[in-house]
């Protein structure tokens, strides 16, 4: 027997009970990220050789890759893979008929509908 490659293996319908989350989660990531980008940007402009930079927009840019690290965290911490975050694609282990897959769900769809092999990737999506 193939050993499983995750601890957490999701229902369909406990994946579809953490959507409101995920997309909650999804949208906060692309909103700090988008912040992380223009801190980066400004910081970038400042930055001079023998120059310390400090103050309040280190700090925000500190702040932010925090925030960042936690939303993703809650991903982790349930073995959600987050495939492609601007796509909203999301993938929840789960066995079926008695596989390790995974359940495939976008932010456009209302619902998820599509499964693949774990290493078969969003061209692999088969419907349920």
């Known amino acids: 027997m193939t050993p ?3 601890e957490k293996h999701y229902t369909l ?5 953490l959507l409101p989350q995920v997309r909650a989660w999804l949208e906060q990531l692309i909103e700090l990220r988008d ?3 223009r801190l980066e940007s400004a910081l ?3 930055m001079q050789p023998g ?3 400090g103050g309040g927009l280190v700090n925000l840019w500190a702040r932010t890759l925090v925030e960042l690290r936690e939303v993703l965290l809650e991903f982790h911490r349930r073995e959600i893979q987050l495939k492609d975050l601007d796509r909203g694609l999301i993938d929840f282990p789960a066995i079926l008929n008695g596989r390790e897959v995974f359940l495939c769900w976008e932010k456009n769809e209302d619902d998820i509908r599509f499964w693949h092999d774990l290493d078969a990737g969003y061209a692999g999506r088969e419907p349920l």
Do not use: I, K, S, V
């Open 35 to 37: 912040g992380f980008n």
């Open 51 to 53: 120059l310390d930079l």
């Open 13 to 17: 319908e406990e994946a579809r009970a």
């Open 4 to 6: 499983r490659r995750f």
């Open 44 to 46: 970038e402009q400042r």
